[in-house]
């Protein structure tokens, strides 16, 4: 299908910024949408935002007004810009790529290793 290669995260203090990109190879001509998703210690994978390769976006309440997601279909790659970060944002963080298979909508997702951010206070 697609392999994904995450880059940024890390260690960052509370109230900056932090850059998560993505990288897709593979059948990228397939995907329909990608996605940043989240899994904190204890708890469940969460989506945190995904976006349609044609710009249509869509946000969990915790990422209204601090994340934005981009695309950038010519480099098959996908970018989360997290500002204002909050210890409550410490997770591992997946990027996802939804493939469409046929034109009922059949579809699959590959995803990333993920990629750790952390938070401090």
């Known amino acids: 299908q697609v392999q994904l290669v995450e880059s940024g995260g890390g260690l960052v203090q509370a109230g900056e910024s932090v850059r998560l990109s993505c990288a897709a190879s593979?059948?990228?001509?397939?995907?329909?949408?990608m996605a940043w998703y989240r899994q904190a210690p204890g708890k469940q994978r969460e989506l945190v935002a995904d976006i349609t390769t044609g710009g249509r976006t869509n946000y969990a309440d915790s990422a209204k007004g601090r994340f934005t997601i981009s695309i950038d279909n010519a480099k098959n790659t996908v970018s989360l810009q997290m500002n204002r970060v909050k210890p409550e944002d410490t997770a591992v963080y997946y990027c996802?790529?939804?493939?469409?298979?046929?034109?009922?909508?059949?579809?699959?997702?590959?995803w990333g290793q993920g990629t750790q951010v952390t938070v401090s206070s």
């Open positions: 996802a790529a939804t493939l469409i298979l046929n034109v009922e909508g059949a579809n699959v997702t590959d």
């Open positions: 593979g059948r990228t001509y397939n995907i329909g949408r």
